[in-house]
C-alpha cells in the first residue's frame, strides 16, 4: 500500500484549489478500502473521487483516500430492460457513453456531468429534467466504523432535490463502492420537455431523436453555458435554486414580475438562483481569481490561483447580497469543506 505525504489535491478537485493532502493513497479495491480504514495510524481519514462537488478551503489534516474502483457491469436483464452495477470511481460521463453504445436509455439527459459514479447518489444529480432516483435501483456503501458493505435501495436514500441520507443522517459515515441502474433497452422514455432542449434538437434539424441526439443536445447546451473545470475550475451549480412557499412566491412576483419560476408539486415555488444572483450584477465579475462565470451566474469559477477561502468568500457575498435585495436565502449546493 502506498501511502503518500503532502500531495497537492489541485488534480483531485474540480474547481482547482491547490489545498494539500497531509497522507494520500489509491484505492483501487475492495479488500485494499477494508485494510485501510483498519489502520489505526491513521485515525483521521477523508474521501474523494471525483472532486467535483466540493470546495476545499484548507489543508486536509488526514488520509485522503482517493476512491478509483473501477468497472462496468451488468447484472440482470429481460427484452425490455437492464440493470448495469458501475463502480464507484467510473467517470459519471463515461458511463453515460458506455449506455449509449449499446442502447441503455435513462441517463442521456445527464451527460456531461462532471465527477464520478459513487458520488452522483449523494447530491442525487440532476440535469434537464431527469434525476439519478429516476433509474436508480440501490447503491453498496461500505460503513467505516466496521468495514462492512451495506445496500441501500432507492427509498432508503431519501432522495430530494440535491438531496440524499448520503448528506444528512449518513453523512461521513459510509464510503460509497458500487451504484445500481436500471435502464431501458427499448421503448425508451424521452425527456424532451425542458426549454433548452426542445430548442437544441430543432437547432439540428431532429423532429424524432433518439437517446444519442437527446445526449448530443444536452452535450451542446452544457458546452455553451457551463465552463468545463479542465479549463476553467468550478463545481457545476454552487447553489441549489431556493424553493419557497406559495405565500413568500407571491410577494416577490408582485415585485418581480419577470422573474422565471417552477410550481413544485407540493404547492411551492422555485426560483433560478442564476436569475437572482444576475440581477444582484455578479453574474460575469472577478475578484482576483474567484468569480462568477459569465455565462450562468449559478457557477462561481477559480480563474487559476483563487483559494478556497476566497470562493467561500465570494460565495457569502452572493447569499447576503441576493438576501438583502429579495429576502431569499440561498444555500450552497457544493459541499464546503471548513
Ligand atoms: N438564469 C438567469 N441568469 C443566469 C442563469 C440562469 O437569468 O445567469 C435563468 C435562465 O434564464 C432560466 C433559469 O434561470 O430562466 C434556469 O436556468 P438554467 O436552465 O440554466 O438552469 P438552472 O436552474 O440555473 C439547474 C441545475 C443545473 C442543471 C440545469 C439544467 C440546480 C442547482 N442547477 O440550473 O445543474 O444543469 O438546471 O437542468 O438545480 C449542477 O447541479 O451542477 C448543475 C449544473
Excluded at 458511463?95 to 435513462?106: A, F, K, N, T
Excluded at 448530443?216 to 475550475?233: F, T
Aim: aromatic share 8%; hydrophobic share 40%.
Amino acid at each position: 500500500m502506498n501511502i503518500l505525504e503532502n500531495i497537492s489535491l489541485k488534480p483531485y478537485n474540480t474547481f482547482g484549489i491547490d489545498a494539500k493532502a497531509r497522507f494520500f493513497v489509491d484505492i483501487t479495491g475492495l479488500v485494499q478500502l477494508q485494510k485501510v480504514l483498519e489502520l489505526k495510524a491513521y485515525p483521521k481519514k477523508f474521501i474523494i473521487s471525483g472532486g467535483s462537488n466540493m470546495l476545499l478551503t484548507k489543508d486536509i489534516d488526514a488520509l485522503v483516500m482517493h476512491i478509483k474502483l473501477e468497472g462496468i457491469s451488468i447484472v440482470d436483464e429481460n427484452e425490455d430492460t437492464v440493470e448495469i452495477k458501475a463502480m464507484a470511481g467510473e467517470n459519471w460521463h463515461k458511463l453515460v457513453l458506455w449506455c449509449l453504445d449499446r442502447g441503455y436509455g435513462g441517463i442521456e439527459n445527464l451527460s456531461l456531468i462532471p465527477g464520478n459514479v459513487g458520488t452522483a447518489p449523494i447530491q442525487n444529480i440532476g440535469a434537464y429534467g431527469v434525476e439519478l432516483k429516476d433509474v436508480f435501483v440501490s447503491c453498496t456503501a461500505m460503513e467505516m466504523a466496521t468495514g462492512e458493505l451495506v445496500a441501500f435501495d432507492k427509498d432508503e436514500c431519501h432522495f430530494g432535490y440535491r438531496e440524499s441520507i448520503f448528506k444528512n443522517e449518513a453523512k461521513g459515515k459510509y464510503i460509497i463502492t458500487s451504484v445500481n441502474l436500471r435502464l431501458t433497452k427499448r421503448d425508451h422514455e424521452l425527456h424532451t420537455g425542458y426549454g433548452a432542449i426542445e430548442g437544441e434538437l430543432k437547432n439540428m434539424g431532429i423532429v424524432y431523436p433518439t437517446i444519442r441526439d437527446i445526449s448530443d443536445a444536452v452535450i451542446a447546451i452544457r458546452r455553451s453555458k457551463l465552463p468545463d473545470p479542465k479549463e476553467l475550475g468550478n463545481s457545476g451549480s454552487f447553489f441549489k435554486n431556493p424553493v419557497i412557499s406559495k405565500k413568500a412566491f407571491d410577494k416577490f412576483i408582485k415585485k418581480n414580475p419577470k422573474a422565471p419560476h417552477y410550481e413544485t408539486n407540493d404547492d411551492q415555488f422555485k426560483i433560478p438562483a442564476g436569475w437572482l444572483i444576475e440581477q444582484c450584477g455578479f453574474k460575469g465579475k472577478r475578484f482576483g481569481d474567484a468569480g462568477v462565470h459569465d455565462k450562468q451566474a449559478l457557477v462561481l469559477v477559480n480563474y487559476g490561483n483563487a483559494t478556497g477561502q476566497e470562493i467561500l468568500a465570494l460565495s457569502e457575498q452572493i447569499q447576503e447580497e441576493v438576501h438583502k435585495r429579495f429576502r431569499i436565502k440561498i444555500q450552497p449546493e457544493v459541499n464546503i469543506i471548513k
